[in-house]
């Protein structure tokens, strides 16, 4: 049986090169395609597609997946969301959670991959039970790092108490590609020789290293990886599908894809990639290897994010600094994966703390939740001293956030009737009132004017009888 592969081009691909931009016609467009190809799954929606539909896009996300699942007749769907957070950026109440897992599910996604940013696996336990009852497959990915916490010991561990969790499977999910081949080979090894799930491998090219980790964990006996399609593949997405089925091929790992499908979807890939490096959206920063990642630690999706804040305050020539303050927030912040949402959170103070030539002169309100322990469990313990300054004396949450939580979803239902006609409509203002809320305002005006403009069929036989 050879290695599995999954496609990441049409969700993390663009997400890590330029900002999820990339709109539904040209998703569907190539996923028709891709599905012939053989792949075990296709990443298409989760992450921050959700909210770059309807921020950016103009478009519904949830339309977005519907569209892709009747092109998609042979390949299996993937998303990803954040356990507790889903795709916002604050935990949601247990009923909401599984709401939101059903809906995924009736919309056509097969497996869904959660993760917390924390490793705090109390923070997944809805998510899991929620996706297996809907029938979905359920994969737990953890949030891979270095420090002096984060060692092979403690994700062995951690693998462990998932397949205990119920997951179907374990992904290692390197966001920043700071996973070296020694170390990939004995965290694979380790995690197989403990536990008897399929191991998937997710990583970056950014720091030059992600091909070499990815062989070696391959040897070690990892089932899937993670690749993109050429045209969107290397830099700060993942490596290029083609150069590993090719490589792969007819030795026992060999992945056995339909080269005829990869190719007859590069140039359609290509014209998309050539209209965002046009407009700018496309950094060419981001196609570049950076093996200063493997010291600051930083996703490509965050490095993106970094630039566009940068590019907006006209600060583009503060970047180095703000690279070498996020390792500073980092381990004051107790070493936590740099992973959505605390790549954000941390990505956004350290621009503060650069930009405003204090350290935390202004904190954003997610930094302040954090250290009041309202994402979970923190890997290591905090820098008391910044604590202090943040928070003062305030009191800590140890038990898991969501339990302080009173069920939600009636009452979301009930305050968004006037705007939402569907439970999708009113997940999608859960995640993102404001920007949800104009977003389908306007959607609903426009059907109900065109709903107005069609002749009835009374007015038709009147015309006919006349």
């Given at each position: 049986m050879g290695v599995k592969i999954v496609e990441t081009s049409l969700r993390d691909g663009h997400q890590s090169l330029f900002a999820t931009r990339m709109t539904t016609e040209e998703v569907v467009s190539m996923a028709k395609i891709l599905d012939n190809a053989g792949y075990y799954a296709m990443e298409v929606w989760g992450g921050a597609t959700f909210d770059s539909c309807m921020r950016f896009l103009n478009e519904d996300p949830w339309e977005r997946l519907r569209e892709v699942r009747k092109v998609c007749k042979k390949t299996k769907l993937q998303m990803l969301f954040r356990g507790q957070n889903i795709l916002g950026y604050r935990h949601y109440s247990d009923d909401v959670v599984d709401m939101f897992c059903k809906k995924s599910i009736e919309n056509g996604i097969d497996i869904i991959r959660v993760f917390d940013a924390l490793n705090d696996l109390r923070n997944l336990r809805q998510a899991v039970e929620s996706t297996k009852k809907y029938g979905g497959e359920c994969q737990i990915a953890l949030s891979y790092t270095t420090s002096p916490v984060h060692t092979i010991e403690y994700y062995t561990n951690l693998a462990k108490e998932v397949e205990k969790l119920g997951a179907d499977s374990i992904c290692i999910k390197d966001m920043a590609g700071v996973l070296l081949p020694n170390d990939a080979r004995e965290l694979i090894t380790a995690i197989k020789k403990n536990t008897k799930l399929p191991i998937e491998l997710h990583s970056h090219s950014t720091a030059g290293v992600c091909e070499l980790s990815y062989m070696a964990a391959i040897e070690a006996g990892c089932d899937i990886i993670d690749t993109c399609l050429s045209p969107l593949s290397g830099g700060t997405a993942q490596p290029s599908t083609q150069a590993f089925n090719t490589v792969l091929k007819g030795t026992k790992y060999d992945p056995a894809l339909?080269?005829?499908?990869?190719?007859?979807?590069?140039?359609?890939?290509?014209?998309?990639?050539?209209?965002?490096?046009?407009?700018?959206?496309?950094?060419?920063?981001?196609?570049?290897?950076?093996?200063?990642?493997?010291k600051y630690q930083v996703p490509g999706g965050m490095l993106s994010n970094l630039m566009n804040q940068l590019k907006a305050q006209n600060a583009m020539d503060r970047y180095d600094e703000v690279l070498k303050e996020i390792p500073r927030v980092r381990?004051?912040?107790?070493?936590?994966?740099?992973?959505?949402?605390?790549?954000?959170?941390?990505?956004?103070?350290?621009?503060l703390n650069v930009l405003l030539g204090e350290r935390y002169k202004m904190v954003v309100n997610e930094i302040k939740d954090y250290l009041h322990g309202k994402y979970g469990k923190f890997p290591a313990p905090v820098n008391p001293e910044v604590s202090k300054k943040i928070i003062g004396d305030d009191k800590i949450i140890t038990q898991r956030p969501a339990d302080l939580l009173k069920p939600e979803f009636e009452s979301l239902k009930e305050?968004?009737?006037?705007?939402?006609?569907?439970?999708?409509?009113?997940?999608?203002?859960?995640?993102?009132?404001?920007?949800?809320?104009?977003?389908?305002?306007?959607?609903?005006?426009?059907?109900?004017?065109?709903?107005?403009?069609?002749?009835?069929?009374?007015?038709?036989?009147?015309?006919?009888?006349?």
């Open positions: 339909n080269v005829d499908a990869l190719h007859e979807c590069e140039p359609v890939m290509e014209k998309v990639k050539a209209k965002y490096l046009a407009n700018g959206l496309l950094n060419p920063k981001a196609l570049s290897v950076n093996p200063n990642i493997l381990k004051d912040m107790g070493y936590p994966p740099l992973v959505t949402p605390l790549s954000q959170m941390v990505g956004t103070q350290s621009v305050k968004y009737k006037d705007i939402a006609r569907s439970d999708e409509d009113v997940l999608s203002l859960a995640l993102f009132e404001s920007v949800a809320s104009e977003f389908l305002e306007k959607k609903y005006q426009t059907q109900d004017v065109k709903e107005e403009e069609k002749p009835s069929d009374e007015v038709i036989s009147f015309n006919i009888v006349i």
